[in-house]
């Protein structure tokens, strides 16, 4: 299994994963010409996705959807709340296909686990890729670290992992008191130092782990390193999914 994130952030989400001949998008929250763009710098051609899936409603994941189903005729993978949730701001799409938060996914030997989440979209997922015993989280708009979420880490071969902010730059940055709180609220997302306790609880099977959906105003990416190396310590592989380019192909 193969991964890379094409984007990552509040301006946008997507990230890719291949495996055994099953190529997935993972959210659509960048344009079109952007995403083919960025697949084409690992040979990849957008057009040869088999399906797109998307983890719930906010904008920066779903954006695009519309364009990816029109333009190269991929399906769309949804949950049912989150399409009416989205309906209107997609356009006309033809090839939705449903399914329901905590639903297993098949396509053809991979298997994808879809597994609620308290962030406080309409019903938002995160999604675990399995293919021959190796298994991947794209863990990112969490909410918090909720019951059964280091279990699920403790499972996993490698992640993509939320690490969006640093308390001390949420308070003393840019944001309003109620947006703050919204962001450290239990539907909100994970700080740097809660990622890195949830990787450094997840033992020893967690090969690496890519930081994602860093705040722009409230984060930084050195800073977000640092306090994970502080936390887990110098030699476990540590990624960045930026927010403004492609990652390095990622094995799992």
Request: with cysteine; hydrophobic share 35%.
């Amino acid at each position: 299994m193969i991964t890379f994130s094409l984007q990552s952030g509040s301006n946008g989400n997507a990230i890719y994963v291949e495996a055994g001949g099953i190529r997935l998008l993972i959210d659509a929250g960048i344009s079109g010409k952007l995403a083919e763009g960025r697949m084409r710098v690992h040979g990849r051609d957008i057009r040869d996705v088999h399906a797109v899936l998307i983890s719930h409603d906010h904008s920066d994941h779903v954006r695009c959807a519309g364009v990816y189903q029109r333009r190269y005729h991929l399906p769309i993978y949804i949950s049912r709340p989150t399409f009416h949730a989205v309906n209107g701001s997609l356009g006309q799409v033809s090839d939705i296909r449903y399914f329901q938060a905590g639903q297993t996914l098949c396509f053809n030997g991979v298997t994808v686990h879809t597994i609620p989440t308290p962030h406080d979209a309409t019903d938002g997922v995160v999604f675990v890729i399995e293919h021959e015993g190796k298994r991947l989280g794209i863990l990112t708009d969490l909410g918090h670290a909720f019951p059964g979420l280091y279990q699920l880490l403790e499972s996993l071969d490698a992640a993509y992992i939320e690490s969006n902010y640093d308390p001390d730059m949420l308070e003393n940055g840019p944001y309003p008191w109620h947006l703050q709180q919204r962001i450290r609220g239990p539907g909100g997302h994970l700080s740097n130092a809660e990622s890195a306790d949830l990787i450094k609880a997840a033992g020893l099977k967690l090969r690496w782990a890519a930081l994602a959906h860093l705040s722009h105003e409230n984060n930084h990416p050195d800073l977000a390193f640092e306090t994970h190396r502080r936390r887990i310590g110098q030699y476990f592989p540590l990624h960045l999914a930026s927010r403004y380019d492609v990652t390095p192909v990622m094995e799992v």
